[in-house]
């Protein structure tokens, strides 16, 4: 059973750093392409992040140079690094993972709330 566990969400003040883990279970991560998505509220869900089983790495624009994923598969785990945070990163987070037959799995997301 794929299980998908996010963590590390929070409040932060402007400008502040957050860094969000997603750790996997019953699963090869390895070959798992694996993406950070967000919802902020009345928003829809957007890719914020994205590294496939090679590492290769891509990001929404907004988040260009503030943001880094990362993955460790002997942890089975998905990192998040969010700096120079902005009010308009708030949302909930979630990790999702998906095999190269394109089958997916969501974890069950977390807060980040940017306010001062």
């Known amino acids: 059973q794929v299980q998908l566990v996010e963590s590390g969400g929070g409040l932060v003040q402007p400008g502040g750093s957050l860094r969000l883990t997603c750790v996997a279970s019953?699963?090869?991560?390895?070959?798992?392409?694996m993406a950070w998505y967000r919802r902020a509220p009345g928003k829809q869900r957007e890719m914020v992040a994205a590294i496939t089983s090679g590492h290769t790495t891509k990001y929404e624009d907004s988040v260009k140079g503030r943001f880094t994923t990362s993955r460790d598969n002997a942890k089975n785990t998905l990192y998040l690094e969010m700096n120079n945070l902005k009010s308009e990163d708030t949302a909930v987070y979630y990790c999702?993972?998906?095999?190269?037959?394109?089958?997916?799995?969501w974890g069950q997301g977390t807060q980040v709330t940017v306010s001062s």
């Open positions: 999702y993972g998906q095999t190269p037959s394109g089958q997916g799995s």
């Open positions: 019953g699963i090869d991560f390895s070959i798992y392409a």
